[in-house]
């Protein structure tokens, strides 16, 4: 009986490391809820993109995002509920990143898992509103 119980707590914890699957709750918001430090720095950077904002609830706490399109391409700009910038996320075709970064992934994926599809790719930037 310990040994079964041991087994599926074993079980149950490594399906929770490989787990994608998110808890937030994303809702949207007027532009006049948008702290005036998070909207300045959208309009100095994406001006007349038309950016949509929303309130976002995780396990980790609350968030406030941008998310809009500029020259094609469609990003996500992140801020904490005072307004300071936490990261810039755009969507990228997994193609379009340099071979010997997709080696890299593919192999640790491969590596990890017997099959798996990649459904989305986006470049990441963290660091400070001058960075």
Do not use: C, H
């Not at 007027?30 to 001006?47: G, R, T």
């Not at 379009?96 to 992934?105: E, T």
């Not at 590596?111 to 509103?129: N, R």
């Amino acid at each position: 009986m310990k040994k079964t119980l041991l087994l599926l707590l074993f079980l149950f914890k490594f399906s929770l490391a490989y787990s994608q699957d998110k808890l937030e709750r994303e809702y949207r918001i007027k532009e006049s809820e948008v702290p005036a430090k998070a909207l300045d720095y959208v309009e100095s950077i994406f001006k007349n993109v038309g950016m949509k904002w929303y309130g976002e609830e995780n396990l980790n706490g609350k968030a406030i995002e941008a998310k809009g399109r500029l020259q094609g391409n469609l990003y996500s700009v992140k801020f904490s509920i005072d307004g300071d910038l936490e990261d810039v996320e755009r969507v990228m075709d997994f193609n379009l990143i340099p071979q010997d970064v997709r080696y890299v992934i593919e192999k640790n994926l491969k590596s990890k898992f017997s099959k798996f599809k990649l459904q989305k790719t986006q470049i990441q930037w963290v660091g400070s509103m001058n960075d």
